[in-house]
Each structure stands twice: as C-alpha cells, then as structure tokens.
C-alpha cells in the first residue's frame, strides 16, 4: 500500500509541473471588465478610453461612467480607440490568468476596482 502511494504522488506531481510549463505556453487575452472606467460623449453615443485623443471628445458632453453602465445605456466603442487597443488588454500566460482568477494580482491593464494602469 505504501508504494502505491508514492506512486500516485510521483503522478500528481508530475502532473502539476507539465501543466505548470504547458500554462506557459498557452496565452489568454484578458478582456475589458464591466468596471471599468469609461468616458461617454452624449452627442454621438460613444464611449472612449479615459486616456482618449481631445478630437474625439471637442465640443461635446462628455461623463465618465462604468463600461457596463454604458453598454446598457446603449453606448457603442469609438472606433478609433479600438484600433489603438485601448480596450484590448494584456496578453498573458494561462498560468497568470489562473493567479488573477485567485485573486493575486498580475501584470493587467486594469485594477479590480476598474481603474486603467497605463
């Protein structure tokens, strides 16, 4: 009974660190979440990155707001701060996507009180 169970440790050990380096290899991009910060223009329905061009902000009614409050508000993206990557975050190791899911904190574009790190 005793040298199974070094067997079955020996297994779940090397589990682990196959998975381990397999985690490295495999990349999640880390998505926008709801609460994030965002600012909205009125006039036309878009929301922009806080660290939006002033062109895409002149001469209207600009807020901030949550990005989920926004959406269902019905705002739309700017297209132009999406072709930047503004709302696109860090690629990352699947290993430190699962340390962010724990609650560590990791490379991110985003705190998790939704403000933007630049």
Not at 4 to 14: E, L, N
Not at 44 to 52: A, E, N, Q
Request: glycine share 6%.
């Amino acid at each position: 009974m005793r040298e199974k169970g070094k067997i079955i440790a020996v297994i779940v050990i090397s589990l682990l660190v196959i998975g381990f380096f397999l985690s490295i290899y495999i990349t999640v991009d880390e998505v926008i979440p709801g609460n994030a910060v965002v600012v909205v223009t009125k006039e036309d329905k878009l929301y922009h990155s806080i660290h939006f061009d002033y062109v895409c902000v002149a001469n209207k009614t600009a807020q901030t707001m949550t990005l989920s409050e926004a959406e269902a508000q019905g705002y739309k993206p700017h297209k132009y701060d999406e072709d930047l990557g503004y709302f696109r975050g860090n690629r990352q190791f699947l290993f430190y996507h699962l340390l962010s899911k724990l609650g560590i904190s990791v490379n991110s574009r985003w705190d998790k009180n939704g403000n933007w790190l630049w």
